[in-house]
């Protein structure tokens, strides 16, 4: 279901730039005629928040909680720009968002596969603010013999941000439900980049 929801989601968002491309009859033919901008987008992003999914006690007395929203993530995807509407920038990735413990005995960390589709708005060259939706998945807490495996079910919440030059901050609401039904909130508030390479002319 889960992952019809998302399949639905990603033709409704790709396809529709080109439906209002189609029934565009008033824009002139030259405007028309030019290519659609297609580029290779790369990001990487550093988020904070969200509730404590684990907490690690440390032998000298010091703890530290893994957040459901914290996380280092990398990403590879599109970047789609249409001649009719080119005020709008439409991007969509896949990567993989990681956090781990100061623990120096055990590889302790929380990985989850984000998928992202947003529509961003060029108030400038430069700027852009965004919306869209990000969908995690495959979301596993690992405690490596420290503490106990537990997975998380798919889980799938709105996203804003605004950029300059690449850089930009970002929101995201989210909520986690683990294999036994306790629900956690994975919010999350942070700071990234992305960059484009331009793949036609």
């Keep these: 279901m889960f992952?019809?929801?998302?399949?639905?989601?990603?033709?409704?968002?790709?396809?529709?730039?080109?439906?209002?491309i189609a029934q565009s009859s008033g824009i002139e033919k030259e405007i028309i005629s030019k290519p659609s901008s297609v580029r290779f987008l790369i990001g990487a992003a550093l988020e904070f928040g969200g509730e404590s999914v684990a907490k690690i006690q440390f032998e000298d007395g010091d703890d530290q909680d893994v957040n459901a929203g914290q996380g280092g993530s990398i990403g590879i995807g599109v970047e789609a720009q249409f001649p009719s509407i080119d005020f709008l920038m439409f991007q969509g990735t896949l990567g993989i968002k990681y956090v781990t413990t100061q623990a120096d005995n055990a590889h302790i960390r929380l990985t989850r596969f984000?998928?992202?589709?947003?529509?961003?708005?060029?108030?400038?060259?430069?700027?852009?603010?965004?919306?869209?939706?990000?969908?995690?998945?495959?979301?596993?807490f690992k405690g490596d013999g420290v503490g106990p495996d537990?997975?998380?079910?798919?889980?799938i919440g709105p996203l804003i941000e605004a950029s300059y030059a690449g850089l930009g901050l970002r929101f995201t609401s989210m909520t986690y439900t683990d294999e036994f039904g306790f629900d956690y909130d994975a919010n999350a508030i942070g700071v990234f980049y992305k960059g484009a390479i331009i793949l036609n002319k």
């Design 3 to 20: 992952i019809r929801k998302l399949f639905i989601a990603s033709a409704i968002f790709f396809l529709l730039p080109s439906n209002l």
């Design 114 to 140: 984000p998928i992202e589709l947003t529509a961003n708005w060029l108030i400038t060259d430069e700027i852009k603010i965004g919306a869209g939706i990000s969908a995690h998945t495959n979301i596993n």
């Design 150 to 155: 537990v997975s998380f079910d798919n889980a």
